[in-house]
């Protein structure tokens, strides 16, 4: 069931939503719906509980890229400080 929603956004904004959803064949309802729908989506794993934009980002690198990541910050350290 659709229930109607009013939300007061900077016309700006109203102007790029509207855009935006026409060059992809949706309306601005359906991408706040799906928007939403992701804050609003439970699951286990943490990274998803993340803005999708920070969830995408939180597997960007891991620790075997790095290496010992101790070792780098008392490096930096030595070299900031010496």
Do not use: C, W
Not at 30 to 48: C, H, I, M, R, W
């Amino acid at each position: 069931m659709n229930t109607k929603l009013t939300l007061a956004l900077d016309s700006r904004i109203i102007e790029t939503a509207k855009r935006y959803a026409a060059a992809h064949h949706t309306s601005v309802s359906q991408l706040v719906e799906g928007y939403f729908s992701l804050l609003t989506k439970q699951t286990d794993n943490p990274a998803n509980k993340l803005p999708p934009i920070t969830a995408s980002l939180s597997n960007m690198v891991n620790e075997s890229s790095v290496g010992d990541h101790k070792q780098l910050v008392q490096e930096a350290l030595v070299k900031k400080y010496l």
